[in-house]
């Protein structure tokens, strides 16, 4: 579905991403793990076309998305939750999912969406007329991952969902990425929650200074004593 | 009793000024709310637009509302050709760039005017029709003044409507909210950048035409200073906020008015001084202007 071959990224001079490839195919779970300032959200917003790539394509569905522009990109169906949430704090709950479905023309496909939303996020409907920026964090992410939902993705780029949330929050967070999983939704998900992702992903790519270092299954990744030792905190 | 009704007719002008400067301001708002650009040409285009009418009614004799549509058209051309020469290709470059541009395009479209009409003040006359004074108690109003308090308040009524209810106008909102998140909507963002320089410079040029069917002169830079205290209106009223924008514009119309009218006439001459200070005052008090909020939101 996504294909990255020797995808190139600079900021400014400064190469952050080494020709890096990755696949990710239709129904698939991917996880991008690494340290901070490894580059994975730069390969999340190259994909979404916030950034652009030095050399390299992306290609998704077979189509080079590598120059695109952000919009068009969305309008593909690839759909980015980005780090930090980024919802519109001084809009409504409502006014911010209605943005999430921007491009979405069709009413029927709308009204079916936003019924999914508010049966993943019921707090979502009880709060539609209050002001994104009153809610609490976790509430901003599950606005931002409803957001998103409402774009019908086909593929979904979720950066750090965990972060900054309590410990049940990202728990709330996890399961409800088990059901947009088990519904087909194909994911790509960054996390510096390794053993969450790793546990949740059925593959999974390992980030290191702009290098991919390792991938593979994650289920075998989470065995691996390197990544144990490297990125589960284990012996 | 004749003071209190000196009073009230400086009130009146400043009225009539204040409108001019609320609209202005507002365009100058949903630019600065969008891009955080601070654009000084959008004076300039305010005279493009008056020079653009004076040509057409003085060379071609054309009907004034023909003239008024066709200044609004050239100004919009211009604006979108400084957004697309030197505002956009500076997007990335930071604040700073952009400020330094504009500063260029409102120098460059000056000597422009300059070179092409000569730099001397012309005279600006509207059509008899226009005006001709109504008496209202102490108040005298000319039908261009009525035409432009209705107008005023139309405009903000339609604008604030689209911006509320119309899906380009939630997109607006959106991009003042969060510009990149906006991006990851779907949404276009340079055809919204696009459409509030439109509305901004074709607002400015209709501004044009009430401050020169007032002042009845008109010269090469007279948008300048009206656009530094259009941009002062917006800072006032909390920039971003087009409400806000139109409360500034007001305020800083009638207390320039009254500080014209009422101080002795050593002091008038100081009148624009007096609006800036004015604007300092208001900002050590309320740093994010009237209505304003802290990250400079739309309200």
């Given at each position: ?44 917003k190259t994909i979404s076309g916030l950034l652009k790539a030095d050399s ?65 996020f019921p707090i979502l409907k009880q709060r539609l007329h209050q002001q ?104 | ?75 919009i051309v211009v604006g979108l050709a400084a957004e697309r020469i030197a ?213």
């Open positions: 579905m996504l294909e990255i071959n020797k995808l190139s990224v600079k900021y400014d001079n400064i190469r952050v991403l080494h020709y890096i490839s990755m696949q990710i195919r239709k129904g698939e779970m991917v996880a991008l793990i690494g340290a901070n300032g490894a580059g994975k959200t730069t390969v999340l390299g394509e992306i290609l998704f569905e077979g189509k080079d998305i590598t120059k695109m522009s952000s919009h068009n990109i969305v309008a593909s169906g690839i759909v980015h939750v980005p780090e930090g949430r980024q919802i519109f704090t001084k809009m409504t709950i409502e006014e911010n999912l209605k943005l999430g479905a921007y491009l979405q023309r069709d009413k029927s496909v709308m009204k079916r969406n936003f019924e999914k939303v508010f049966s993943l994104a920026g009153t809610l609490s964090g976790g509430e901003q992410q599950m606005l931002a991952i409803g957001r998103a939902l409402l774009g019908n993705p086909k593929l979904l780029l979720l950066d750090e969902p965990s972060m900054g949330l309590s410990p049940i929050m990202t728990q709330q967070v996890f399961s409800v990425l088990e059901s947009l999983k088990k519904e087909g939704i194909t994911m790509l998900l960054v996390e510096q929650n390794a053993y969450e992702a790793l546990e949740i992903s059925d593959r999974a790519y390992i980030l290191e200074t702009g290098n991919i270092t390792l991938e593979g299954r994650s289920s075998d990744l989470i065995q691996d004593p390197n990544v144990k030792k490297a990125y589960l905190g284990g012996d | 009793m004749d003071g209190f009704i000196y009073f009230l007719i400086q009130s009146v002008n400043g009225l009539k000024l204040g409108s001019v400067y609320a609209i202005v301001a507002v365009g100058y708002s949903m630019v600065y709310g969008i891009l955080r650009l601070i654009n000084f040409a959008h004076g300039d285009i305010m005279t493009v637009g008056v020079y653009t009418i004076l040509v057409l009614m003085t060379a071609f004799g054309v009907p004034l509302w023909v003239t008024v549509l066709l200044s609004v058209v050239i100004a505002y956009r290709p500076l997007r990335t470059a930071g604040e700073e760039a952009t400020l330094i541009s504009s500063l260029a395009v409102s120098i460059f479209l000056q000597n422009l005017i300059m070179m092409v009409f000569s730099p001397q003040r012309k005279a600006f006359h509207l059509p008899e029709y226009l005006s001709r004074l109504h008496t209202i108690g102490f108040i005298k109003l000319s039908t261009m003044n009525i035409i432009t308090f209705a107008a005023v308040f139309i405009i903000l009524i339609v604008l604030s409507l689209v911006i509320k209810k119309t899906r380009i106008g939630m997109a607006m909102r959106a991009c003042s909210d969060n510009l990149n998140a906006s991006k990851l909507m779907g949404i276009n963002i340079n055809a919204v950048i696009v459409t509030a320089f439109a509305i901004g410079s074709g607002l400015a040029a209709l501004s044009g035409l009430m401050l020169a069917g007032e002042y009845k002169t008109i010269d090469p830079l007279m948008g300048f200073v009206p656009g530094l205290k259009a941009f002062c209106a917006a800072v006032l009223g909390g920039i971003g906020s087009l409400s806000g924008a139109v409360l500034g514009g007001f305020i800083l119309g009638i207390a320039e008015m009254l500080f014209a009218g009422l101080m002795p006439t050593d002091f008038t001459a100081y009148r624009d001084a007096f609006v800036f200070v004015l604007l300092i005052l208001v900002l050590l008090v309320r740093p994010y202007g009237i209505l304003g909020s802290k990250e400079g939101g739309r309200s």
